[in-house]
């Protein structure tokens, strides 16, 4: 794309009616709820999936991370490119990107191209989630963003409890599991036409230069970190050379990077004077131990319905609606209290509290627990993500000129993903190993007692992830067993990183939300002057 030398300078949208505005988020809610119906249906299938494919834990959990650490380590570098080239574009590319890795996801015959194909549609997932945040920051000023960040909890609410429904009847229909992956396809079809029609912005056309080398040294050294977390303890041992040269390596590619994009780099992929603010400092670590404790835990879930308690993956898929439930209703409510109030840290609050209540709740459930009160306490970590992750991005948008829009805004969309890959991943190991644990200890006693024969155990002992519906009725309560109580350590080992996404909550700054999207000050409204009052009386 030819670039004309111009002036590095911001541009605001023109101010837009609410129809405007609608009409521009329907292709981006509708691309939005492309990759987040993908993500959710082909959650419920993991269990078939890894199973008919010969995986094992570690597989499992790599198919998770893979999308992960794509959508992750190119999050930054998607929000650079939203400053510098046309985002309908990019939105556009983004989606095609999500589409090409679900179909092979679709015809995958093993775990290695299952995983590739993950990658690919992560690298989509990564730009489609970075954009739709920069480009409603371009037309929706901040005090009006609560309104319409509740249309985005709503979809992604409507996606979260249609995708486990639908993924489970298609994997339980003779389709099988393939056909999740296609489930999106006709809606990112409509999802690029309505971006086509709606999506006008303007754009300055000037000089680009894109940090190729911060680029790489970034996806190299998160890569790296992740790879240690997600092998360590399987594939080598913590304290092995393999160990120590991964974390080495991953610490030096990383530091590089820094020097990279603080020294040389003329267009920096993640622009350091951007941490000189408080705000974005604390808003990113809160964002990196919610994506740990929330994507780290709760992506197990469907495994322990399905595993430890015997559900079919579309009964699997129902229960997913509990947690749903809380996460839109904290999401559209405290989005539109903040609108017509001007105040946002206390939403935040309540959110940094109720999500380690939740998990510490999920943290005592096991095989028998009652069904209703795991539905309870998912809806109680639903709350406290509803009413956090909106609003970080929130607060960190108000501190921002729209020059900085793209970069700031998926600074924080990477901190969060990468703490939820390396909660994934983290959480993964601690998984495989309770698991391998509790049965290692449990089967002495199910031999001893002739419950078992030695042939039998041979299930559990090649590697992959086992049906249990095929074990012998000892050896099936066991596995369950071994995974409710896995499961539940899960939830125990997220809480300090919810406590110290609490301790960073605490420490933001109350800003009052400017109310136009350009960079001049405006004149306040009241209730951001009340806020203003309020914060000089204290001082």
């Not at 709820?33 to 199973?51: D, E, G, H, K």
């Not at 099988?176 to 754009?203: C, D, E, M, R, S």
């Not at 300055?204 to 240690?228: H, K, N, P, Q, T």
């Not at 090649?462 to 995974?483: I, K, N, R, T, V």
């Amino acid at each position: 794309m030819s670039e004309s030398q111009q002036p590095s300078q911001a541009i605001a949208a023109p101010e837009m009616t609410h129809r405007q505005i609608m009409e521009v988020l329907s292709g981006l809610l509708m691309a939005l709820f492309v990759a987040m119906l993908s993500s959710t249906s082909v959650a419920n299938a993991l269990p078939r999936i890894v199973t008919d494919l010969d995986g094992t834990q570690g597989g499992y959990t790599w198919i998770v991370v893979s999308s992960m650490l794509a959508m992750t380590a190119t999050t930054p570098i998607w929000g650079k490119l939203a400053d510098l080239y046309n985002k309908k574009v990019l939105v556009q590319v983004a989606l095609g990107l999500f589409i090409i890795g679900s179909a092979i996801c679709g015809l995958a015959p093993s775990m290695p191209v299952i995983i590739t194909g993950r990658v690919i549609a992560g690298l989509g997932m990564g730009g489609i989630v970075a954009l739709i945040q920069v480009i409603i920051a371009m037309i929706v000023s901040p005090r009006e963003r609560g309104r319409y960040s509740g249309y985005i909890g709503a979809v992604f609410a409507l996606a979260t409890v249609i995708g486990p429904l639908v993924g489970g009847v298609i994997v339980d229909s003779p389709v099988g599991w393939p056909g999740v992956f296609y489930v999106g396809v006709p809606f990112a079809v409509v999802a690029f036409i309505l971006l086509q029609k709606t999506l006008h912005l303007p754009h300055v056309r000037r000089e680009v230069s894109i940090d190729y080398l911060g680029a790489f040294l970034l996806v190299a050294g998160v890569s790296m970190l992740l790879i240690w977390v997600t092998l360590g303890g399987e594939s080598f041992q913590w304290t092995s050379l393999m160990s120590y040269v991964l974390v080495a390596g991953s610490l030096v590619v990383l530091a590089v990077a820094i020097l990279v994009e603080g020294r040389f780099a003329k267009e920096p992929i993640i622009p350091l004077r951007l941490f000189r603010d408080r705000t974005m400092v604390l808003s990113t670590l809160a964002s990196f131990f919610v994506g740990a404790g929330m994507f780290g835990a709760t992506v197990y879930l469907q495994q322990y319905f399905q595993t430890a308690r015997g559900m079919t993956p579309t009964h699997a898929g129902l229960m997913s609606i509990c947690m749903v439930l809380g996460l839109s209703v904290a999401g559209m409510v405290t989005g539109r209290l903040i609108s017509s109030t001007g105040r946002w840290k206390r939403y935040l609050l309540f959110g940094g509290v109720m999500l380690p209540i939740g998990l510490y709740l999920l943290s005592t459930i096991d095989e028998h627990t009652n069904l209703a009160l795991v539905g309870a306490f998912m809806a109680v970590v639903g709350l406290g993500v509803g009413a956090t992750n909106q609003n970080l991005v929130l607060a960190v948008q108000n501190n921002l000129d729209n020059k900085d829009m793209g970069a700031g805004s998926s600074v924080v969309a990477f901190f969060r993903s990468m703490g939820g890959s390396m909660g994934i991943a983290a959480l993964g190991a601690v998984l495989s190993h309770r698991v391998e644990d509790v049965i290692t200890d449990g089967i002495p006693d199910l031999v001893a007692n002739g419950q078992v024969t030695r042939d039998e155990l041979q299930s559990l002992q090649s590697g992959g992830l086992a049906d249990p519906a095929s074990m012998p009725a000892p050896m099936q309560a066991l596995y369950e067993h071994a995974f409710a109580v896995a499961t539940a350590d899960l939830f125990l080992v997220a809480i300090p990183c919810a406590l110290l996404a609490l301790v960073a909550i605490v420490g933001i700054k109350e800003v009052p939300l400017k109310t136009t999207v350009d960079d001049l000050p405006e004149e306040k409204a009241p209730a951001e002057a009340e806020i203003e009052a309020e914060g000089a009386l204290r001082t």
